[in-house]
């Protein structure tokens, strides 16, 4: 269970190390100035790329028999195997 920890500017610095582990397990870490909360401790969330359509053109090729699937492999999928 996440629990919300709060914690001054003075502490987060000196507990940082300890902090970060605490926040990637689920805590939320609140860093006060002047007993007020001042910021929100978060983990990195990685943002996606953009999607380039088009980057892989003339790159990519299709067999001749791409759609034909081998009868051996259409009877394993239904169990006739």
Aim: aromatic share 4%.
């Amino acid at each position: 269970m996440s629990e919300q920890v709060q914690v001054t500017l003075h502490e987060a610095k000196s507990q940082l190390l300890q902090l970060g582990a605490r926040v990637w397990q689920g805590d939320k870490v609140v860093i006060t100035k002047a007993g007020k909360p001042y910021l929100d401790l978060l983990p990195h969330v990685a943002t996606p790329q953009a999607r380039k359509p088009g980057r892989l053109k003339g790159r990519i090729r299709m067999p001749s028999d791409f759609d034909l699937t081998p009868e051996d492999i259409i009877e394993g999928f239904e169990g006739r195997l």
